[in-house]
């Protein structure tokens, strides 16, 4: 069974339009998280979700909004899509905690093109 | 900020030990983590310290000392599937990560 899953995995569109990636988790776990990985591979945190609330906001465009509607699920919705919003985006969960070891587990990526 | 840095790549022969450095500067720091990911992958957990020391499992060992601001993850017995790319990661309040830079491991035969 997979953990964490995101679809689409590939997305290709064009500048101004908008577009949603879709994250369900079946882990059980009450946080979730959406990250961007650009073209260099470098990771970085865009939102975090506890238990339905957004709880980090790391100084991403407002284009960007994130939508659960529940604890197993985190939407990424993106408005008037811009040539630097290609990359990879990643989802992942974890329990509030982190548990002993602050472990995430990650989908496997969202890879987008914006032409 | 959060500020974790590594070496871009390394490069260690099949059998062999690799270390991967990582220095860091956050706030708000419980522990460091480390992630593996191949190419086309997602990140995968491989070790968490929170405390000073050595943790091991496995072949994979790391190392944190929070008084110099900085750990390591050691790889032994390199295979070639470890060629992958390695980041370290601080956790912060709420289990929030900021990952470094990362580092991009060759393993030749």
């Known amino acids: ?115 | 900020g959060q500020s974790l840095e590594q070496p871009s790549e390394v490069t260690a022969v099949e059998g062999a030990i690799v270390q991967i450095n990582c220095t860091y500067q956050t706030s708000g720091f419980y522990g460091l983590s480390w992630y593996q990911q191949h190419d086309g992958g997602a990140p995968t957990f491989l070790s968490y310290n929170a405390l000073d020391g050595l943790e091991e499992t496995g072949r994979f060992s790391s190392f944190l000392s929070r008084s110099d601001s900085y750990g390591y993850l050691l790889l032994q017995e390199l295979q070639m599937k470890d060629s992958a790319s390695y980041f370290c990661a601080g956790v912060t309040g709420a289990n929030n990560l900021f990952f470094g830079t990362g580092t991009r491991l060759t393993v030749i035969p």
């Open chain 1, 1 to 115: 069974d997979t953990a964490v899953s995101q679809t689409p995995k590939y997305l290709v569109t064009q500048m101004g339009n908008d577009k949603s990636i879709k994250c369900e988790q079946n882990l059980g776990h009450d946080t979730m998280y959406w990250y961007k990985q650009d073209s260099k591979k470098f990771l970085k945190i865009m939102f975090s979700y506890n238990n339905k609330e957004l709880i980090i906001n790391e100084t991403v465009p407002n284009r960007f909004s994130p939508k659960s509607p529940d604890k197993a699920h985190l939407n990424l919705h993106i408005n008037s899509l811009e040539l630097g919003d290609s990359a990879v985006y990643f989802c992942a969960s974890s329990h509030q905690t982190g548990g002993a070891k602050y472990e995430q587990y990650f989908g496997p990526g969202t890879r987008l093109t914006v032409t």
